[in-house]
């Protein structure tokens, strides 16, 4: 797909740089919709596969392709997999409990009985006695007091009173599942994934580096060149940070999960913190859950959620994400315009905070993008071009958040989808084989990227489509 044919233009100043990832539910399940939110600004659609069936899915990516040809515009779709979340067991209507409550939860419990409850995970496999757990996604915290491995079941002593409900979120933040947390239905979705196109693979509730090397390894086998966006949302995670974040190919700071898991205070800086270690390692940082979170029901967000959005753009996150608000939100559309105008106007009149630390630059590629952006500063370019096989070199431009819009151009659609997520790029396909003997310069301005006059500065290798061959770098003023 030449994503540059009959492309809407928009004036290099004036496109958006952190870029907006939707979810796709109930609210938006139709092509119509999808298209709609392409144009509304969405560069990459989530797909939750904790909820619907293949079937389903499979409309989902194919719509998403549809506009994505139609609009002219790369798009990422990202398979999201449910991972190990546990959860109460089906029951009828709300169980009071009270503080002080010894409750017992009993996996595939035939029969209720007071204070005694099903549970769909054998906690008792990995639990121990002393963890924390926390029930109806938070609301209800308690202890564990005893571990009986015979029986599959836990007792808990409740520390606060309110009321549970079945099929309800369990989280337990001091406990390592030992390496499971790729769970059979995962292993089947990721089988799907491979098969149907996705370009992402998002993994839940990660706990070490050792989890997503695991994913790696699955995907390689299907022969998927899917990239892998590590969810952080437990405790153990940030204990393992920095190392989670190398292996990874883009981080998303699930916000959710993540405040269930921590303080709901200690989030806000967990999120600096793990966008500062994606910069320095130029990996694709997302910052997720709640955003505009009062537009399920509003049409206006409130004052904070403004506040929480531009926050996210003027500390450097690639991409903002919409969850329940466009998957089952009443205003869906409108919850991406507004969060394109926030993001709009931040960039605008802000100063993006690039979080790097002392040593920065690591790599050959990281040295070369570091000297681009300096000689773009130097000669006033109007934008950096890049031509990248496989989006290495565009991942570390990128990482150095230039303060021009950063072109690149790939002959691979699949590389073109993945870097749609990428900060302050715009990112087009030009085949090989087809445009071989057309100058790079030639053909930008020939589809009308450029204008007779601009300066740009370009970054490609000697030998184009060759994979980490980027050495040459060119100051043009197109003619």
Same mark, same amino acid.
């Given at each position: ?410 002959? %691979? ?19 090989? %084989? ?46």
């Amino acid at each position: 797909m030449n994503v540059t044919k009959n492309a809407p233009r928009t004036a290099l100043n004036k496109f958006k740089r952190t870029k907006i990832i939707a979810t796709v539910g109930p609210a938006t399940n139709s092509y119509e919709s999808i298209l709609a939110m392409v144009k509304a600004g969405v560069n990459g659609f989530r797909l939750n596969f904790s909820h619907g069936d293949y079937a389903e899915r499979k409309q989902q990516i194919s719509w998403i392709r549809k506009a994505s040809k139609e609009y002219s515009k790369p798009v990422a779709i990202i398979q999201d997999l449910q991972g190990p979340k546990i959860r109460l067991g089906d029951f009828e209507g709300a169980v009071a409990v009270k503080r002080g409550q010894e409750l017992r939860l009993t996996y595939k419990l035939d029969t209720m009985s007071d204070g005694h409850l099903p549970v769909q995970y054998d906690l008792s496999k990995k639990v121990q006695r002393g963890d924390d757990i926390l029930l109806y996604d938070g609301k209800i915290r308690g202890v564990i007091t005893s571990v009986r491995e015979a029986d599959k079941s836990v007792s808990v002593r409740i520390e606060n009173s309110g009321v549970l409900i079945g099929r309800k979120g369990i989280n337990l933040p001091d406990t390592n599942f030992g390496g499971e947390i790729i769970t059979k239905k995962d292993r089947e979705d990721i089988i799907f994934g491979s098969e149907s196109d996705v370009d992402y693979v998002a993994l839940s509730f990660v706990q070490t580096a050792d989890d997503i090397k695991e994913l790696r390894r699955l995907l390689t086998n299907l022969s998927s060149d899917a990239k892998i966006i590590t969810k952080v949302e437990t405790k153990l995670a940030l204990e393992n940070l920095e190392s989670i974040v190398q292996v990874s190919d883009g981080v998303m700071v699930a916000r959710g999960d993540l405040a269930y898991e921590t303080m709901p205070e200690s989030v806000p800086t967990w999120q600096r913190e793990i966008i500062r270690l994606c910069l320095k390692h130029d990996k694709i940082s997302i910052v997720a859950t709640q955003m505009l979170a009062s537009m399920l029901e509003q049409p206006e967000p409130t004052r904070a959620e403004v506040s929480d959005v531009a926050t996210a753009v003027i500390v450097g996150a690639d991409a903002v994400m919409l969850s329940d608000e466009t998957a089952m939100g009443r205003y869906p559309i409108e919850a991406i315009k507004i969060m394109k105008r926030i993001i709009m106007y931040t960039q605008s009149n802000a100063k993006v905070t690039a979080m790097f630390t002392d040593g920065h630059t690591e790599t050959v590629t990281e040295a070369i993008a570091d000297t681009i952006i300096s000689l773009s500063d130097w000669v006033k370019a109007v934008a950096i071009v890049a031509e990248t096989k496989t989006g290495a070199t565009a991942r570390a431009i990128a990482g150095g958040r230039p303060k021009i819009p950063l072109i690149v151009v790939t002959p %691979d659609t699949r590389v073109a989808q993945q870097l749609a997520l990428l900060h302050g790029t715009k990112t087009y396909v030009r085949p090989d %084989d087809k445009m071989a003997a057309t100058k790079l310069t030639d053909w930008l301005r020939d589809e009308s990227i450029f204008k007779k006059g601009d300066t740009i500065v370009a970054a490609s290798g000697r030998h184009p489509g060759t994979p980490g061959g980027t050495d040459t770098i060119k100051v043009r003023k197109l003619e």
